[in-house]
């Protein structure tokens, strides 16, 4: 007698033990991520672990590279998981960079994420810079509140209407473009130029990021259709 052949009740008991799908797995998406092998033995397995594996694990994605890459961490992740997988996710915090050259990319401290958190039947939404990101007029700070609230708004609010709450391939799609709007803004943290080119430059920067962020809607997002 296979697996398979035994009664559905007691192979969920089975799935409890293995060690790929055991709750609160962390654990950072590489290259070329996929599944566990018992995820993709067969249809079946397919469809009774993949949930138990994304609703029990707590993804962190790097999203530097280009959604359109296909070797990148976010596309792997979101073909291999697809809308059955996506929908189960409850724990996932994507990490990025503000677009400046090395090294001073790196010396400067510039990373920032989003985490979204399915918690109580109901979706959390927190950022934030790593390690640290202040600069002198804070506007680090305000494009990641800013970018959190066009998250909110565009994904999370959809997300409560919906039946379980299921987050979808679009909306992760959504909140890395509004990531990598606000990457491609970057804000020197030594910016102290205080005449009116300083001023009328900064504003321009803001402005622009501001109106690109506010234009995102999960209709639009890339891969959109109801992933």
Not at 53 to 59: E, K, L
Request: glycine share 8%.
């Amino acid at each position: 007698m296979g697996l398979l052949d035994l009664p559905a009740e007691l192979r969920l008991r089975i799935y409890d033990y293995l060690p790929e799908l055991c709750p609160d797995r962390q654990g950072s998406v590489a290259p070329n991520f996929n599944t566990p092998a018992v995820c993709r033995a067969s249809r079946q397995l397919h469809n009774e672990t993949l949930p138990i594996y994304a609703g029990n694990s707590h993804f962190e994605i790097e999203i530097d590279e280009s959604m359109n890459d296909q070797a990148s961490r976010m596309t792997s992740w979101l073909r291999a998981l697809g809308p059955l997988g996506v929908g189960h996710v409850r724990s996932l915090q994507l990490n990025c960079h503000w677009d400046i050259r090395q090294p001073i990319r790196w010396q400067g401290h510039v990373g920032f994420y989003i985490r979204l958190v399915k918690a109580n039947d109901a979706w959390q939404c927190t950022a934030g810079t790593y390690p640290f990101a202040r600069d002198t007029r804070d506007m680090r700070l305000q494009s990641v509140e800013l970018v959190q609230h066009v998250v909110k708004q565009e994904v999370l609010q959809p997300i409560a209407t919906r039946d379980k709450q299921a987050l979808r391939c679009s909306d992760v799609e959504l909140a890395v473009a509004a990531m990598g709007i606000v990457a491609s803004h970057p804000i020197s943290t030594s910016d102290t130029e205080q005449g009116e080119l300083g001023r009328t430059r900064r504003r321009e920067i803001w402005l622009d990021m501001e109106g690109q962020l506010f234009a995102l809607n999960a209709d639009k997002s890339p891969g959109a259709g109801g992933r």
